[in-house]
Every structure is written in structure tokens, then in C-alpha cells.
């Protein structure tokens, strides 16, 4: 695995999602505020678990340790998770 890792992989989803989204919104003139209030929220659940997940991640790397404990006990890559969700 190169440099950025999975990034060019899920872009190629994402971006063209994002871009279509973005241009759909902007001429039908959307608006949802129920479903931008549940985005907002899952978004800032998702940063919350990323770093939480993140903070656990770094410190067992540091001291040479599989983690299996926390949130990955239940899950194998919770960060990816976290994304997929919010």
C-alpha cells in the first residue's frame, strides 16, 4: 500500500457521489432540515468515536501492542466504520 493508503480507492466513490450531490442540490434547491439535522448529528457522532478510536489506536502502537480491547474488541477497523456511518 502506498502513501495515502486507501484514499484514491474510496475517492473514486465518494467524489463523483459528493460532486452529484452537491450540483442536484444546488438546482432543485433542496432543503431538508430534518435530514441536515440527522447529517449534522451523525457527523459529530462519528468524530466523536473517530477520536476515541484514534486515541486508542495511537497509544497501543506506540508501546507495540495488538489492541483488543474497547471498541476493538467488537469491531476490526472501527475508524472505517465510523466513516461508513456518518
Known amino acids: 500500500m502506498g502513501f495515502l493508503g486507501i ?12 460532486v ?9 434547491n433542496f432543503s ?4 441536515s439535522a440527522l447529517g449534522v448529528a451523525l457527523l459529530t457522532a462519528g468524530m466523536v468515536f473517530w477520536l ?15 489492541l483488543t480491547t474497547g471498541c476493538y474488541s467488537r469491531v476490526r ?5 465510523i466513516w461508513a456511518v456518518s
Do not use: D, M, W
Open 32 to 35: 431538508f432540515p430534518r435530514f
Open 7 to 18: 484514499v484514491p480507492k474510496v475517492s473514486l466513490f465518494t467524489v463523483p457521489y459528493a
Open 52 to 66: 476515541l478510536c484514534y486515541r486508542q489506536i495511537s497509544k497501543a502502537y506506540r508501546r507495540g501492542e495488538l
Open 77 to 81: 477497523h472501527p475508524i472505517y466504520s
Open 20 to 28: 452529484l450531490a452537491f450540483y442536484l442540490n444546488s438546482r432543485l
